[in-house]
């Protein structure tokens, strides 16, 4: 009789126990940061803050920067006459989506990569993107776009490209291209650690002749970008097409924007 009271002791026992555990939360069960509980990671809050550094494809007169802050800008231009609103633009278009909003526009007409255009320009020169990486440029975006390399292909050449280096980069080596460019990625991954970093590379192979990338320049920052695990996001051929005055067109703007919105839907949301 003893015996069979010390059984349904413990099977009350054992009962309660997995009553317990059962009805127990788990650790990060209701946090919503954790992912949807199928093991896909958890959705990012939106509208996630995107920044541009670039050059004339990207500006609109009084949106550079709060206000042009006296960096020079190009659109609206009358060669280029369809572009006459700043919804034109690829940027605006992605600012005008749901998911994605302007932080910072950090671009200026003419602007280099490198601290090279013809002729080396001083360090601090705002004409070359990498006078223009503070938090008073950038701000704090949680996507960083960069849309250069242009103007270092209509005005310097192949022999400006310089070495690939990745360390030991000091001020001489940022008036050549490979090490200029390696620099920019380098030092946004560093000062902005928790944004996602995408290049993107214009379309045509023949310089300043079709409004577009010399080879050296576009190979260079392919090498780069993998190097650097940066994605690179490769315009089409179509844009080509959409360029007046070697500039995007209305049609040309939304090519971009339907480029690089898709990659970033891909990758993001």
């Known amino acids: 009789m003893e015996l069979m009271r010390i059984n349904r002791f413990i099977l009350v026992a054992a009962s309660l126990a997995f009553f317990a555990i059962s009805c127990s939360k788990p650790e990060n069960a209701g946090t919503g940061n954790a992912g949807t509980g199928n093991g896909e990671p958890a959705k990012p809050e939106l509208p996630l803050e995107f920044t541009v550094i670039g050059d004339s494809y990207s500006t609109y007169e009084g949106w550079n920067n709060a206000g042009n802050n006296g960096f020079a800008v190009y659109y609206p231009k009358t060669s280029v006459p369809d572009v006459t609103d700043v919804s034109h633009t690829w940027w605006h278009q992605l600012h005008s989506t749901d998911e994605f909003e302007l932080e910072k526009l950090n671009t200026y007409s003419g602007s280099v990569i490198s601290y090279?255009?013809?002729?080396?320009?001083?360090?601090?020169?705002?004409?070359?993107?990498?006078?223009?990486?503070?938090?008073?440029?950038?701000?704090?975006?949680?996507?960083?776009?960069?849309?250069?390399?242009?103007?270092?292909?209509?005005?310097?050449?192949?022999?400006?490209?310089?070495?690939?280096?990745?360390?030991?980069?000091?001020?001489?080596?940022?008036?050549?291209?490979?090490?200029?460019?390696?620099?920019l990625l380098i030092s946004l991954q560093r000062n902005y650690p928790n944004a996602k970093i995408y290049n993107i590379t214009n379309s045509g192979r023949g310089g300043m002749d079709v409004g577009g990338l010399t080879q050296g320049v576009a190979d260079s920052m392919a090498e780069i970008c993998k190097h650097l695990n940066v994605p690179n996001i490769i315009l089409p051929s179509t844009l080509d097409a959409g360029k007046t005055s070697r500039h995007p067109n209305k049609a040309g703007m939304k090519i971009i924007f339907d480029e690089v919105y898709a990659q970033l839907k891909k990758d993001l949301l």
């Open 116 to 183: 090279r255009k013809g002729s080396v320009l001083e360090q601090g020169d705002k004409r070359s993107f990498l006078a223009r990486l503070t938090r008073a440029d950038m701000g704090s975006p949680d996507v960083i776009l960069i849309l250069g390399g242009t103007n270092d292909s209509w005005h310097n050449t192949d022999a400006d490209l310089g070495e690939y280096k990745y360390e030991g980069i000091v001020q001489k080596d940022l008036s050549y291209f490979r090490p200029a460019f390696a620099w």
